[in-house]
């Protein structure tokens, strides 16, 4: 409960006819009373009096057991850095016009627009109102209470009630950005986003159907028996291999958790894994996932829409942990829990330093597996390589940057000489790169 500035108002009112009177009284001390003083020496009395019983009849205004109804309609899955509608429905519970504030307790990561916001309801009437929200983290948003200013009838008094509304929502990866970067990567349009579509070679890939012959079909495309039954060119069509399997292997660790720009690491991993999944699930491959570092989880390959809805739930709480990870531990993991030959995916922060630990891992991997190595490396080696150099400091910390990427190409074509196909991204570049390997590995028949 607090005043409001109209009782302030009021009592400054009744403070100024008490200092009129005082200033009067001390005027004529020696005097007798003048009517003048004695008028406001009873105007003072009296508003005391008002300014009492008025506020004894504000409290009760709004001190009276009425229970407020809140319902909170909000989205069981928001897209995080997106804002979203959420709609309140508030009743009055009283026989009376209301004067009511809303504000409602959002967890620190969750920005809204609309709030706090001001309403006015008569006897018995509802409201509805709108307002957005937006998280900037994944992870589930909780909602318990709304916070309503109740103003009493003549609006000297505010009363703060919590209302019990509790919503829970789940704040996902921007699965509908994703989902557009998904129908780039489809056909002509593919071009838009940088994604390569290759001619197709016929080898390694599986028949489709029969069909007339085009110009420029591969002479290996020509099908001599139909050709020879027909009397006219037939060719075979061909289409990407399908049924095929491709595991994620994500690192959660402590590397994962260095940001460029407004997402992490891990982020810009976790959408580039869901983008790739969602086009290896349209080509009619099964995809699995598998989280090392922060915790250890094993989702196996599988096929259809409801595989990327698995993923979501596994991972949209998940958060990269401050600890190192374990690749080679993930990697015998793999090796035993799933041994049918799979595009083994490691999206992950390797540098220089963990070489041996990562030739270890890739090594028992492709035992059973193609492998490939999505590389995020930091933003700031390529700013360094483009400044100009002034001083001596400039100049060592170019050179030793230059050493340090020289270093890491010079792992990644140790890998590639290995079999191992190595992809070195920036984190904004790491969605397209991989779906451009994606779909070098399918067309070239090598899983």
């Not at 009055?92 to 959002?106: A, M, S, W």
């Not at 090796?335 to 330093?353: A, D, G």
């Not at 390529?382 to 100049?395: G, H, I, N, R, T």
Request: aromatic letters at 10%.
């Amino acid at each position: 409960m607090k005043l409001t500035s109209r009782f302030f108002w009021l009592l400054s009112v009744w403070l100024t006819v008490a200092l009129v009177e005082a200033l009067l009284r001390l005027n004529n001390y020696w005097q007798k009373k003048t009517v003048v003083e004695n008028w406001f020496s009873d105007l003072w009395y009296l508003m005391a009096i008002l300014m009492v019983a008025l506020l004894i009849f504000e409290f009760l205004s709004v001190s009276r057991s009425k229970k407020f109804k809140v319902d909170r309609d909000i989205s069981q899955t928001l897209p995080v850095n997106c804002f979203s509608e959420v709609v309140l429905t508030i009743n009055n519970p009283f026989d009376r016009r209301i004067e009511l504030e809303v504000i409602e307790h959002l967890p620190e990561f969750c920005r809204a627009k609309g709030l706090p916001t001001k309403v006015v309801l008569g006897s018995a009437e509802t409201a509805v109102l709108n307002y957005q929200i937006k998280a900037v983290e994944r992870g589930g948003l909780s909602i318990k209470q709304c916070e309503i200013w109740l103003t009493s009838q003549f609006g000297f008094l505010r009363r703060r009630i919590f209302v019990d509304c509790e919503t829970f929502s789940k704040v996902y990866p921007n699965y509908r950005a994703i989902n557009q970067y998904v129908l780039l990567a489809t056909e002509q349009k593919t071009i838009q986003l940088g994604i390569r579509q290759r001619q197709q070679r016929g080898d390694g890939l599986e028949f489709h159907q029969l069909r007339e012959y085009r110009t420029g079909d591969n002479l290996r495309q020509i099908d001599w028996r139909a050709t020879s039954r027909l009397r006219k060119l037939i060719s075979k069509d061909y289409q990407q291999e399908r049924d095929q399997n491709i595991i994620f292997l994500l690192d959660s660790g402590r590397r994962m958790r260095t940001k460029d720009g407004e997402l992490s690491h891990f982020d810009q991993a976790l959408n580039a894994t869901l983008l790739v999944s969602s086009i290896a699930l349209r080509q009619g491959d099964a995809v699995g996932l598998k989280i090392f570092g922060a915790k250890d989880q094993f989702l196996l390959p599988r096929k259809g829409p409801a595989a990327i809805s698995t993923m979501l739930n596994q991972v949209y709480d998940l958060h990269p942990a401050n600890r190192a990870s374990d690749l080679v531990g993930a990697a015998e993991s793999i090796n035993q829990q799933f041994k049918k030959r799979s595009l083994i995916v490691i999206v992950s922060n390797v540098r220089t330093e963990d070489q041996y630990e990562l030739k270890t891992a890739v090594s028992l991997l492709k035992r059973h597996h193609l492998v490939m190595l999505a590389n995020l490396k930091e933003q700031v080696l390529e700013d360094v390589s483009s400044e100009k150099v002034y001083q001596l400091d400039d100049a060592l910390k170019y050179a030793k940057t230059q050493d340090y990427l020289q270093q890491r190409e010079k792992l990644h074509q140790q890998l590639a000489h290995d079999g191992i196909i190595a992809v070195d991204s920036l984190p904004k570049n790491l969605m397209v790169n991989m779906v451009n390997q994606y779909f070098d590995i399918k067309r070239s028949g090598r899983l």
